[in-house]
């Protein structure tokens, strides 16, 4: 007697079926006549983490939802829940069940949602990024306060011409968030490269003729600084690491010298 072969569905397959399980259950719920049903135009948010709370809210077709739609049926007052998601499967319920009038009304509120759920979160990213941008604006002024010092006490070429390529200016971008990233890109050069010019002076046994730039107020440009002196002491310790019997001086230099300057951004003495 030959054992039955054993099958094994595809991922499609069983998205498939489950498909067709929740769109009968809709079709159960919206019985005997889906074209009776109609359309809140509110949208419930039922909250983060809703959907995988210990009660979720549930559509129609068992699934836990969030985002709740309410279809309503005027004569006895019952409402059916439809989640964001689930109405792509409702919605070929309806035309199935000639109720392209309901189809069209819930696709229609989805798409002012969306639509009104896209604007509140742009809103907000704006509303984030501008309070970003004041913070930045306020490191980069003290950095261009800073500049114009130490323009008065060393010649121009003594500067970095970094410092020259229009530090006075920043011109406000399409949206909040791209101009604060045009500060950070211009305020870490600027800043980096005032920082070298002091750590070079001290290397080479000069004292700085200017004071060390202001640390930025931003925790973002502070982790960026952080990271970009953290890596080059990473690679010449892993180097050294490697390579016990090095006696040369140039990566125990970058150790020292990155470590100068994380021990400054991190409040202690340089």
Known sequence: MTPFAETTMTRTEERDILSAEHAARIATRLLPDPREWTVDPEVIDAGPGAATGFSPPRCACGHPIRYLFTLRRARDGA?????NVC???????????????????L?????????RRAEEERRARDAAASAEVQALLADWQALKEHVHDARELYPRYSVPEVLYRGIGTVKAASTPGRTAAAIKTRYCASWESLFALAAFEDREGHSPRSPLPPLPATPALAAKLVKSYADPARKARAYLAEHPDYHGD???????WADSRLAYIEGGAR
């Open 250 to 256: 140039y990566h125990r230099r970058q150790i020292e």
């Open 87 to 105: 109405i792509d499967t409702t919605v070929p319920v309806l035309l199935a069940s000639s109720a392209d009038a309901v189809a069209a009304r």
């Open 79 to 83: 409402t059916a829940t439809i989640g």
């Open 107 to 115: 696709l229609e509120v989805r798409a002012a949602w969306l639509e």
